[in-house]
């Protein structure tokens, strides 16, 4: 069943895409469905993307109160 777009924005959207893509506007809006559904069904939850910053930030630990960051970048570039 054929999908008609009966919205200007729309269409303006898919055009845009189509140009800057070089392909067809039935090939845009294939493209950025296809991507639209990869990303919508890949999505982590933030509550476990949340645990995983979590969980690196705690195997970091808390910074260091007596690193001075003034010497370390006058060593790294020379000025010692």
Not at 13 to 29: G, I, P, Q, Y
Not at 36 to 64: C, D, F, Q
Request: no cysteine.
């Amino acid at each position: 069943m054929p999908l008609f777009i009966r919205d200007d924005d729309v269409t303006a959207m898919a055009e845009k895409l189509a140009k800057l893509t070089k392909v067809s506007k039935t090939d845009a809006v294939r493209v950025a469905l296809r991507h639209e559904l990869e990303r919508t069904r890949s999505g982590v939850p933030l509550r476990e993307r949340l645990a995983i910053i979590h969980e690196k930030a705690a195997k970091i630990g808390l910074p260091n109160p007596g690193f001075d960051m003034k010497a370390y970048t006058d060593e790294m570039w020379g000025d010692a």
